[in-house]
């Protein structure tokens, strides 16, 4: 079965600094791989996703992911934190064939002034 | 369009009650999820359904059952609620099937309390 680890429950970055969120993945086949960030309160927004070809994927609010087959790994980073990027954040695998999501559980970030 | 609805948006149950959550989506999915989230656990599949009629279960489906009599609504049922129940729960809905254009979109949450 797959799965997901995040390595950092919390992760704290200054406003202004870049930002790398980890994310390893066990799975046997290529993975589609996806990243979720949840603000306070609120359902899961889809960040990004990978399921093909390029390796470093483009996502919303200036976010980016890159796959590495070789670490398995599915990294999220941003070059530039603002303090509205401050919420949870969770790394997924889809791979059961019935397009089920296991979820790591969870980064929240922390953006200090 | 409104995406996914969930009802109620919080609850507080007593220890043996019973309830219904009910998730509603209008984009014509196929296919419906219902997730809990607990503090450091990230979250957890209970039960999904690949179309109307259709269920099956996930990660933690003991205590819960579903129902998917309509396409568009998917009901969480707890027949008798413990405390190891409070959570928060997330419906999501997808369009079925894998590939560039898969997502899963979520609804707003449940936040239920079992006392």
């Known amino acids: 079965a797959q799965s997901v680890t995040q390595p950092d429950i919390h992760i704290t970055v200054s406003e202004g600094a870049s930002l790398e969120l980890r994310c390893n993945y066990s799975?046997?086949?290529?993975?589609?791989l996806f990243w979720y960030v949840q603000s306070p309160g609120q359902g899961l927004q889809l960040l990004l996703k990978y399921f093909s070809g390029d390796t470093l994927v483009q996502g919303i609010k200036g976010f980016e992911a890159e796959f590495k087959r070789s670490q398995s790994s599915f990294n999220l980073r941003k070059p530039s934190v603002h303090w509205s990027d401050a919420a949870e954040y969770f790394c997924?695998?889809?791979?059961?064939?019935?397009?089920?999501?296991?979820f790591g559980k969870g980064t929240m970030l922390l953006v200090s002034p | 369009n409104a995406g996914v609805t969930q009802t109620p948006k919080f609850r507080v149950l007593k220890t043996g009650q019973s309830m219904t959550l009910l998730c509603a989506q209008d984009?014509?999915?196929?296919?419906m999820y219902w997730y809990r989230q607990d503090p450091g656990m990230g979250l957890r599949l209970i039960h999904y359904s690949v179309g109307e009629g259709t269920t099956a279960k996930g990660e933690v489906p003991d205590g819960y059952n579903v129902s998917r009599l309509k396409k568009q609504n998917f009901l969480l049922g707890l027949e008798s609620a413990a405390p190891s129940q409070t959570s928060v729960y997330f419906c999501?809905?997808?369009?079925?099937?894998?590939?560039?254009?898969?997502?899963?979109?979520f609804g707003p949450g449940t936040r239920l309390t079992v006392t």
């Open positions: 799975y046997g086949a290529t993975p589609y």
């Open positions: 997924a695998v889809e791979g059961s064939g019935y397009s089920t999501l296991t």
């Open positions: 984009m014509n999915h196929e296919y």
């Open positions: 999501a809905s997808s369009y079925g099937g894998t590939g560039i254009f898969y997502e899963q979109y």
